[in-house]
């Protein structure tokens, strides 16, 4: 008789059991960590698969057809991810994003996004629910997630320009697919929307511009990334970053702009508004000016563990209280405990450190914990 072996937890990347305290201290809507900064987000992947294989994402020479992606059943249900949301609401988290790999892949999505929506916080405020998308399903889905009360969508997308996109994504697929997705997105009101471009010096920079007058007046903002060195495998180089100060000067050049004040603390993303009325654009500086200073965001991975920061090479592993009949208020205590010894802040180390940041332990793949 052959023998089956059922794999409980990804263990490419280390994970330990959280403790549940002695003391179970209710929730209290507000939960800071040990350097003040409050918990305000949850990003949740609700998938480790992606049908694009961005070259700085996910690869394709490391997440080939022989790749082992995570089985169905290691996958945390859409019952265990709503009750984990709950959890975390309490302890004031008030924006929750879903994000992938690809999240529009994950079966009957909108039947989360319809569990999730009913969530309240304890003041009685719905969710500010998002999510990320490469856009390539977006057409298809859009109408249906905005009836299950999504409330808006981020789309990536690294270039107008066909023949560089096609490359970026490394499966032939056309821009024009992602446009028609963002146009249906933006007919059924899921917005405002957000465009995220990552910017690789030699690669797509170029097309900076390009974006920008492309959306320039349309109500969607585009937020300029630098290109960061999440996990291992994306072959990052200081060198192919462009730093957000000179994507501004490129724009400042053709279509002024000036500064914005952020919409809340911890925002990632700085702000600004085109000075003739034309909207506004943000760019996200996680290389050349860190800001894990005011960082309230939390990550859940497809398989339920915890992490503290995008760049993390060790997680807590939830789904071990969700399966192994902890109560609410036990996982209650375990998250505020976790929470509160946080001390997590790589990129502000990595910017004061002299040496290069391969010489820091191994990260999660980003197609792992969600952007």
């Given at each position: 008789m052959t023998e089956t072996i059922i794999r409980l937890t990804d263990l490419r990347y280390p994970t330990q059991t959280p403790q549940i305290p002695d003391v179970l201290r209710p929730a209290t809507g507000h939960l800071e960590d040990g350097l003040g900064r409050h918990l305000h987000d949850l990003r949740i992947s609700v998938t480790d698969r992606c049908n694009f294989r961005c070259v700085y994402?996910?690869?394709?020479?490391?997440?080939?057809?022989?790749y082992t992606f995570l089985p169905h059943s290691s996958l945390l249900t859409f019952e265990e991810i709503e009750?984990?949301?709950?959890?975390?609401v309490a302890h004031g988290v008030e924006k929750i994003r879903l994000t992938g790999g690809e999240p529009?892949?994950?079966?009957?999505?909108?039947?989360?996004?319809?569990?999730?929506?009913?969530?309240?916080?304890?003041?009685?405020?719905?969710?500010?629910l998002t999510l990320t998308t490469n856009g390539s399903l977006l057409k298809r889905k859009a109408q249906t997630l905005k009836d299950a009360g999504l409330t808006r969508v981020t789309v990536s997308l690294d270039s107008l320009?066909?023949?560089?996109?096609?490359?970026?994504?490394?499966v032939d697929f056309p821009v024009a697919s992602?446009?028609?997705g963002i146009a249906e997105a933006q007919r059924v009101g899921l917005g405002p929307i957000k465009v995220n471009m990552v910017v690789k010096r030699g690669t797509n920079d170029h097309d900076?511009?390009?974006?920008?007058?492309?959306?320039h007046g349309s109500g969607i903002v585009v937020r300029f990334i630098e290109?960061?060195?999440?996990?291992?495998?994306?072959?990052?180089?200081m060198d192919d970053v462009l730093p957000s100060a000179d994507v501004i000067a490129r724009l400042h050049a053709h279509l002024p702009v000036e500064p914005l004040e952020p919409n809340y603390p911890g925002e990632t993303a700085q702000r600004w508004r085109y000075v003739d009325g034309g909207g506004e654009i943000g760019v996200i500086s996680s290389v050349t000016r860190a800001f894990c200073g005011t960082c309230s965001r939390a990550r859940l991975s497809t398989e339920g563990k915890l992490y503290l920061c995008l760049f993390a090479s060790a997680g807590h592993d939830l789904r071990a209280l969700l399966r192994g009949g902890a109560s609410d208020a036990e996982i209650s205590a375990a998250i505020g405990e976790i929470w509160a010894g946080r001390t997590d802040r790589?990129?502000?180390?990595?910017?004061?450190?002299?040496?290069?940041?391969?010489?820091a332990a191994p990260k999660v793949e980003m197609s792992y914990i969600g952007g």
């Open positions: 994402c996910m690869p394709k020479d490391v997440f080939d057809k022989d009750r984990s949301a709950r959890l975390f529009l892949l994950r079966k009957n999505l909108e039947r989360l996004v319809e569990m999730l929506a009913a969530i309240r916080t304890p003041s009685g405020k719905p969710l500010d320009d066909d023949a560089t996109f096609r490359r970026m994504n490394d992602v446009l028609e900076i511009v390009p974006v920008a007058r492309h959306f290109f960061m060195d999440v996990g291992t495998s994306n072959g990052w180089r790589y990129s502000a180390l990595r910017t004061a450190a002299t040496g290069l940041p391969e010489n």
